[in-house]
T-cell receptor, first 112, second 114 residues
């Protein structure tokens, strides 16, 4: 069945470091891909998304490119801030019903 | 973005009792709501999909008689864990979608059954 695999955390970085969180997926069709972020004590928020191959989603300095050939959607940011500390979830959706399949989440801790 | 509120944020109950979790869309009409469950260090697993005014659609392996879902209005869905047992302890998260091309998530409810 469809699934999402993302790197285990926690990922600990110093402020202004480069961030990559890997995400790969398995799907029988052509899914949309998402990154959600969950700040402490809050619900999941959509960070960015891409709906077809080679699309790049971007928001708040984060980027991810839908790579069909490698079935990947890695999250990157050039310079992280302490305020980026959160749990990041990669997810895929197979239709417009917003039913999502999530990865296990990666906790990011950014130190000053 | 739109706001979805879950209540309570955490609850502790005795084994054998029932617990109700509410999910409200505060500033939009949610035609569809989803309930997820998350075990420690694991993915969010979809439990069921509910559309306002109709019966929920449960994912394979989810006991519909144990996890009762009601979506009686466009702003409220409830999940009732009936006769809860320690293995039901988990983090439950709802999401809601309306006219916009996005699902909005509640902050989650941590259930501990003792």
């Amino acid at each position: 069945g469809d699934s999402v695999t993302q790197m285990e955390g926690p990922v600990t970085l110093s402020e202004e470091a480069f961030l990559t969180i890997n995400c790969t997926y398995t799907a029988t069709g052509y899914p949309s891909l998402f990154w959600y972020v969950q700040y402490p004590g809050e619900g999941l928020q959509l960070l960015l998304k891409a709906t077809k191959a080679d699309d790049k989603g971007s928001n708040k300095g984060f980027e991810a490119t839908y790579r069909k050939e490698t079935t990947s959607f890695h999250l990157e940011k050039g310079s992280v801030q302490v305020s980026d500390s959160a749990v990041y979830f990669c997810a895929l959706g197979m239709d417009s019903s917003y039913k999502l399949i999530f990865g296990s989440g990666t906790r990011l801790l950014v130190r000053p | 973005g739109a706001v979805v509120s879950q209540h309570p944020s955490w609850v502790i109950c005795k084994s054998g009792t029932s617990v109700k979790i509410e999910c409200r869309s505060l500033d939009f009409q949610a035609t569809t709501m989803f309930w997820y469950r998350q075990f420690p260090k694991q993915s969010l697993m979809l439990m069921a999909t509910s559309n306002e005014g109709s019966k929920a659609t449960y994912e394979q392996g989810v006991e519909k008689d144990k996890f009762l879902i009601n979506h009686a209005s466009l702003t409220l869905s409830t999940l009732t864990v009936t006769s809860a047992h320690p293995e039901d302890s988990s983090f439950y998260i709802c999401s809601a979608s309306g006219d916009s091309a996005e699902a909005f998530f509640g902050q989650g409810t941590r259930l501990t059954v003792v």
